[in-house]
């Protein structure tokens, strides 16, 4: 019988957010694909797991992607780790469920969902959150303004990704292009970990915020729906 691949979500920092069906399966499965070895290796030590680990990333060969599939049919059982969130949610995982998918393997895929850094954003917005847009990371050279259109054209919450080094940039372009000042938004720095700093207000008004503090670690911003 073929074996099943496990999507399994792991902490965005406090390692506290992992499931107890995470640790179960991780402490089950034959093997565990991850990004960054030395990253799952520590979190694996920290709840006594002891696995075979292997690096697996967008830019794996293709062989890589065959060799895990030739695995799982001949029965062996394997967990997906990002090194942080969740699994295929701007991380690499897609790329092998959809080699399985799309090849027609009858291989089970299981999700274990947990911890994910646009949805804790996304729930402590306060915006209304029936309906929402994730723009994953800002282009980082090109169409950066077409993206921000996208992203202030939005009528529902939008939420993207952004590194240390470009959120007062990109919050500067975006408040450059909003027609609307008053409109909110909200970027959350760090969560779950012991820096943790959520930031409201308008675009100019968090980038001010934002300033004052020392401008380190992780962020994830949402933007509330265009008004009127
Ligand atoms: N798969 C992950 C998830 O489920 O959230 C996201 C992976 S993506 C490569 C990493 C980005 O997510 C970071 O650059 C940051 O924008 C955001 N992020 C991850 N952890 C975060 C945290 N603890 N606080 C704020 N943002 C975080």
């Known amino acids: 019988m073929a074996g099943v691949l496990y999507i399994v979500a792991t902490p965005i920092g406090n390692l506290n957010d992992i499931t107890r069906r995470a640790i179960e399966t991780l402490g ?13 290796q520590k979190l694996l030590a920290h709840f006594g797991i ?25 029965g062996k059982n394997i967990a ?15 790329q092998l469920v959809a080699a399985l998918t799309v090849l027609g393997q009858d291989i089970k895929i299981v999700p274990l ?15 209304p959150t029936d309906k929402f847009v994730f723009l994953g990371f800002p282009p980082v050279k090109n169409k950066r303004q077409k993206y921000f259109e996208e992203l202030l054209a939005c009528e529902y919450a939008a939420v993207f990704y952004e590194s240390n080094f470009r959120i ?5 372009e975006i408040d450059a292009l909003n027609p609307d000042k008053g409109r909110r ?19 100019s008004e968090v980038a001010e915020k934002i300033k004052k503090d020392p401008l380190k670690g992780e962020f994830v911003a949402v933007f509330e729906g265009k008004r009127g």
């Open 50 to 74: 002891e696995k075979p680990l292997q690096s697996y990333h967008q830019h794996s060969a293709l062989q890589k992607t065959e060799s895990i599939i030739a695995a799982l049919k001949e």
């Open 168 to 172: 007062l940039k990109t919050l500067a």
């Open 80 to 94: 997906l780790v990002s090194d942080a969130g969740t699994p295929g949610i701007s991380d690499p995982g897609n």
């Open 185 to 203: 938004a909200l970027v959350c720095r760090e969560l779950t970990k012991m820096f943790e700093t959520v930031y409201r207000g308008t675009v």
């Open 113 to 127: 969902p947990g911890a994910n850094a646009a949805i804790a954003a996304l729930s402590v917005s306060g915006f």
């Open 28 to 40: 089950a499965v034959d093997l565990i694909l991850c990004e960054d070895t030395r990253t799952s």
